[in-house]
């Protein structure tokens, strides 16, 4: 290995540590690696995730802020860790003016399983104020980041954006009950599995972590493609 190599080797080796040194450490020995399994998306799916990068340049370049609204049918699973790992990339990659919401055609609750997921990926959860039934969590990924307040809510909700927003459906049911999301300048169409379909049963815990996993890869290919095209 001649000089060159090895200086560029290392540089790239500090910033990695760098990135992963700003969150806790659960999370960044979780996050480490993530890049290397980009390799696993299929090649359909990229051409979606690279749609939803090419939104969050184009807004970026026209110094707006960029807002990514998650939606699925009840906002207690898949939007939720869309939202958050969503945030948790543009972090990642120290790519500024990024705001992430979740909602779904109701509301229930952000379902304990999916909460216990985000657990064990190495965020840290504060169970807040709310109804019993649907309690807001603040969730943090650093000491140097702030928390993100997350609870079950309608994608209309006012907590939401009413306009300039993509609106990025994570599941088939709302991909089907909402063709046009209103206010949305833009709408994609991303499903995953749903790991509800696991509850109660042996690979419960292994399927919502799972899920966690792949929305956190695809939301990291989509800033890593964002931070490498600008």
Known sequence: MNRITLFFTLIITIFSCMKKDAFYTDLGNYLQDIESEFTEIPDT?????????????????????VQLVFICTHNSRRSQ???LLALTAAQFYGIQNISTFSG???????????????KRAGFQVEKGVGRDDNPQYMITSGKNFPGIAMFSKK????????????????????????PVVPGAEDRLSM?????????DTGQEMAKYDERCRQIAREMFYVFYYVKTSM
């Open 191 to 199: 499903p995953y599995d749903d790991p509800k379909a696991f509850d």
């Open 45 to 65: 799916r990229i051409e979606t995730l690279r749609e939803l990068g090419n939104y969050v340049i184009s807004s970026l370049k026209d110094d707006t802020q």
């Open 155 to 178: 994608y209309d909700d006012d907590a939401n954006p009413e306009d300039n927003f993509c609106a990025i459906m994570v599941c088939a049911d709302a991909d089907e009950a909402c």
């Open 81 to 83: 860790f869309g939202q």
């Open 104 to 118: 779904g055609i109701a509301s229930t609750a952000f379902n304990p399983r999916a909460v216990a997921a985000v």
